[in-house]
């Protein structure tokens, strides 16, 4: 799931909960016969077990199939190390038959001293009609020089995985963050909407009172309904929108029912110049030590080409027993070989070999330029994006301190005469949308901050520590 794409989706949600009322376009509406109170709808935004961010980020490693995807890496990782250790291992295996013969094949042997008394015949049997055998056999290497950097190739490649994995476990782990922080941002949404629908509610009860006492008019009232109805449409979409971004953060961490989130304190960045971030990326972002390696592994696989031009040496011994003995008469026979392989002239599949791995080399390498390439963009971006995001955050406050004062000041108006229904609407969905603005740039901010620290390789502090695993 695309972090950018989540925010996205939640803040078209919440910017739905805005209403847009346009002075030339009211319905003439019946006055209501009943100006009974009207109380908040909808669930509370804190219903169900309070769940913090940590053990959020914690349910999320122990229960996303992606997480446990990533340590299930590591542990094949670790099998690969020792696979490449095994060439350098001995070697047993057992062997065992039984033949069935078309036919028993023997000879009748003279036994006895030639030309002495009482000269007697031996049978000795060949091959038997039924001919059983078993034996084993264990080789161990001499010298095996391809496996050296076979196994350095493995053991780089289980700190290129390990480094992989703790790089995707962040990014899920940032994704699970900034899902806990829209879920926050959405309950202060329906805390926004249930203010408005109180003060929609209270605009209302004063637009009847008015009307009671002849300073009002039934438009008057109809409006203010209006602006109720409104206030209800709108916190009912608060609630939805809540609702999706809990099951969103829920889908994350493997968590069913209803949970509600804690205030989280504001996040705050670090005062750094831009190059203090370029090298604190440099030097802490796991994938770009996992670029390094993929260099250091082509170089390797490389060097093991090399290594094919090396003679192989071994020894091996085996152990036979047959049931038919033979001329020789003993049914069980060992040997001890020593063997040497040396592949001279492949027709230049190696030379060809040589030229692929170069090339491999210089690919990991532009690869890595690249990476370097793009976490500067990313650091540039992330501190136009967070300067941005904090000047609007101040603007968006000052602006709900105007829309406050102006209400105030229409309202007390309204209540003597000297200001239209008209001009309570326009006040009071000022105010409303600055307070949803003021929320969605609140969100905006923390999101900038989580992606800039993000991309200078702040991981989070359960990546650091050892976890015990389901392995």
Do not use: C
């Not at 319905?27 to 769940?51: D, H, N």
């Not at 340590?71 to 099998?79: H, M, S």
């Amino acid at each position: 799931m695309n972090p950018r794409s989540s925010v996205s989706t939640f803040l078209f949600l919440a910017l739905v909960l805005t209403p847009i009322h346009k002075a030339g376009a009211q319905k003439s509406v019946e006055p209501a016969q009943s100006a009974a109170p009207l109380e908040p709808m909808g669930p509370s935004a804190s219903s169900g077990p309070v769940l913090t961010l940590a053990e959020a980020q914690t349910k999320a490693l122990d229960n996303n199939p992606t997480m446990r995807n990533l340590d299930e890496q590591l542990v094949q990782a670790r099998a690969t190390v020792r696979k490449a250790w095994a060439r350098l291992l001995p070697q047993l295996s057992a062997t065992g038959q039984i033949v069935r013969n078309q036919e028993e094949i023997a000879l009748e042997m003279p036994a006895g001293m030639p030309g002495g008394a009482g000269v007697t015949s031996e049978r000795i049997v060949i091959q038997e009609k039924w001919g059983k055998g078993f034996g084993f056999s264990a080789s161990m290497p001499i010298l095996n020089a391809q496996a050296f950097p076979a196994i350095k190739i493995a053991d780089r490649f289980a700190d290129r995985s390990r480094h992989s994995a703790t790089h995707s476990k962040n990014e899920l782990l940032f994704l699970v963050t900034t899902s806990y922080y829209q879920v926050a941002s959405a309950s202060r949404l329906v805390d926004v909407q249930n203010e408005v629908l109180a003060s929609a509610q209270r605009f209302l009860r004063q637009s009847e009172a008015l009307m009671r006492v002849g300073q009002g008019t039934e438009l008057d009232v109809a409006r203010a309904e209006l602006r109720v109805m409104d206030a209800k449409k709108s916190l009912a979409d608060a609630h939805d929108t809540l609702t999706l971004a809990k099951s969103a953060l829920g889908y994350l961490i493997g968590v069913e029912g209803s949970f509600s989130v804690t205030d989280v304190p504001m996040p705050r960045p670090e005062e750094k110049s831009r190059g203090a971030y370029v090298e604190e990326a440099f030097s802490d972002r796991k994938d770009l030590q996992s670029a390094h390696i993929a260099v250091d592994i082509a170089e390797l696989d490389k060097r093991a080409t090399y290594m094919k031009w090396v003679p192989v040496f071994d020894v091996t011994y085996t152990w036979n027993w047959n049931s038919a003995a033979g001329f020789g008469g003993d049914n069980a026979v060992w040997m001890l070989i020593f063997g040497a392989r040396w592949n001279i002239f492949d027709g230049g599949a190696r030379f060809a070999e040589l030229d692929e791995k170069r090339s491999q080399i210089r690919v990991a390498k532009n690869n890595l330029d690249q990476l370097e390439l793009d976490i500067k963009q990313q650091i540039d971006e992330a501190l136009v994006e967070l300067e941005k995001r904090a000047r609007n955050v101040d603007l968006a406050k000052k602006q709900v301190e105007l829309a406050q004062k102006t209400n105030h000041m229409v309202s007390r108006r309204y209540e003597v005469g000297l200001a239209t229904s008209l001009d309570v609407l326009s006040a009071h969905t000022d105010l409303s949308t600055k307070r949803t603005s003021e929320v969605l740039e609140q969100l905006r901010y923390e999101i900038a901050v989580l992606a800039l620290k993000k991309a200078a390789g702040d991981y989070n502090e359960l990546l650091t520590t050892d976890r015990p695993t389901s392995r």
